[in-house]
């Protein structure tokens, strides 16, 4: 198999079990996966970003024979990168938790109340930025910030194309942080 053949070839290949095609495909992507993950994954302490880069084509040898590539193998490896990526920081957020328990339940004797007010007021802050935004970009903000949903289900929900999805949480985005900033509720 030629080094320069394109995604579809090099797909049919892979979907016959050819080793060496998937092989061409994983050098073809793999730093662009990594860092897409590295940067999914920033400021998460507990992250390995070089372990979801290789779930990454682990999922897509183990599912070869349901996979389209039409034209290039990069939305699909794109999606599954940004899926995994919110399972490491949901893994790492539960680590996390698990940790502080512990070394609660370790000083079972001391007994430390948490200070909520911080982070009450930081999510105050932000209810009161999505009330601020429009009913269609505050209904993809919800969808996509709040309820962790992928880009793509947003569009199923709402019934609209993806693209009209990633424009509109855009601005709710650039509209959030805009408040937000304004608010004193994130640095600039």
């Known amino acids: 198999m030629r080094p320069d053949a394109t995604d579809p070839e090099l797909w049919a290949r892979v979907r016959t079990d050819d080793q060496h095609a998937f092989s061409l495909l994983f050098r073809r992507y793999h730093e662009r996966v990594l860092r897409t993950v590295a940067a999914g994954l920033r400021g998460v302490a507990r992250a390995d970003p070089a372990g979801v880069a290789a779930d990454v084509f682990a999922i897509l040898w183990r599912r070869r024979a349901s996979v389209r590539v039409e034209t290039t193998a990069w939305p699909w490896l794109r999606g599954v990168a940004s899926r995994l990526c919110a399972n490491e920081r949901r893994r790492c957020l539960r680590q996390d938790r698990l940790?502080?328990?512990?070394?609660?339940?370790?000083?079972?004797?001391?007994?430390?109340?948490?200070?909520?007010?911080?982070?009450?007021?930081?999510?105050?802050?932000?209810?009161?930025?999505?009330?601020?935004?429009?009913?269609?970009?505050?209904?993809?903000?919800?969808?996509?910030l709040v309820d962790d949903l992928p880009e793509a289900e947003v569009a199923a929900?709402?019934?609209?194309?993806?693209?009209?999805?990633?424009?509109?949480?855009?601005?709710?985005?650039?509209?959030?942080?805009?408040?937000?900033?304004?608010?004193?509720?994130?640095?600039?």
């Not at 929900?157 to 994130?186: D, F, I, M, N, Y």
């Open 99 to 144: 940790v502080v328990h512990a070394a609660s339940a370790a000083t079972a004797d001391v007994h430390v109340v948490p200070d909520h007010a911080p982070g009450v007021a930081d999510r105050l802050a932000l209810v009161d930025a999505l009330a601020r935004l429009g009913p269609v970009e505050s209904q993809v903000a919800r969808l996509a």
């Open 157 to 188: 929900a709402l019934r609209v194309p993806v693209g009209t999805v990633k424009s509109r949480l855009h601005r709710a985005r650039r509209e959030l942080r805009h408040h937000l900033q304004r608010h004193g509720s994130v640095g600039p």
